[in-house]
């Protein structure tokens, strides 16, 4: 009688290292491939000066901050109006401002997120815009 079944061990290595393995093989050309966020809305092409709320390294490292505060400024405080670091005043809303611009979530918010591994939960309530692209 034998005690250890070769064949069987040898399946049950290549389904465990399959197991071991497959988030990476998954992962491979999803979320490896750097997002390069696109701006080219029809918002953002009218603009004169191509200028989110607040400067581009502000935004990176701040949005999620920003988006915080102009929430609880909007519905504790009924604050509706931001005025940035320039003095340039916008309305505080995440569909009509934000989403204004960045119509193109899938390709801006969503592919940035994605590959950062974060998952906003605001579209459960917020309505994301129509997808827009040049
Ligand atoms: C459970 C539902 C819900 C979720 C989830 C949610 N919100 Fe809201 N949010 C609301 C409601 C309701 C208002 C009030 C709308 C108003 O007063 O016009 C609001 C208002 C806001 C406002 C200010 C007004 C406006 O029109 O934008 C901002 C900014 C905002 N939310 C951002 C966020 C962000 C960012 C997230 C995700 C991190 C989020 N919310 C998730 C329900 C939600
Ligand atoms: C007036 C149009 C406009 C509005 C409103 C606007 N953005 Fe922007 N946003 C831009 C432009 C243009 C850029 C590119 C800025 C640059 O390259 O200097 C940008 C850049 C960004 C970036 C950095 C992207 C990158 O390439 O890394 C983030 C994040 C961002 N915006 C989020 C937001 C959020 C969140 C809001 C609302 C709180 C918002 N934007 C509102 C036009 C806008
Ligand atoms: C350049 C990449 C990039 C772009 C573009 C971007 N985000 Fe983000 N966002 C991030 C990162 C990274 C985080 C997580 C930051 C952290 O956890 O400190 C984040 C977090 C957030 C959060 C907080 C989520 C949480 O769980 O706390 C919100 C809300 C958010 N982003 C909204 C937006 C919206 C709306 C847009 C499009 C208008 C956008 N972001 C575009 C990179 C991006």
């Known amino acids: 009688m034998r005690i250890y079944d070769g064949s069987k061990i040898l399946i ?8 071991m393995i497959f988030p990476f093989l998954y992962n491979l050309g999803k979320t490896n491939v750097k997002p390069e966020p696109k701006i080219d809305t029809p918002e953002i092409q ?4 191509k200028k989110c709320i607040e400067s581009k390294a502000f935004m990176q490292a701040q949005h999620m901050k920003l988006l915080y505060n102009w929430r609880d400024a909007a519905v504790r405080d009924g604050e509706r109006i931001y005025v940035n670091s320039e003095g340039k005043q916008f309305t ?3 569909q009509n401002t934000c989403m204004h611009c960045h119509s193109n979530k899938k390709k801006f918010c969503d592919e940035c997120h994605t590959y950062m591994a974060v998952q906003p939960y605001c579209w459960n309530c917020h309505i994301a815009p129509k997808e827009k692209a040049t």
């Open 12 to 19: 049950g290595l290549v389904i465990f290292v399959g197991l």
């Open 46 to 49: 009218k603009l004169a000066e």
């Open 92 to 94: 505080i809303s995440l």
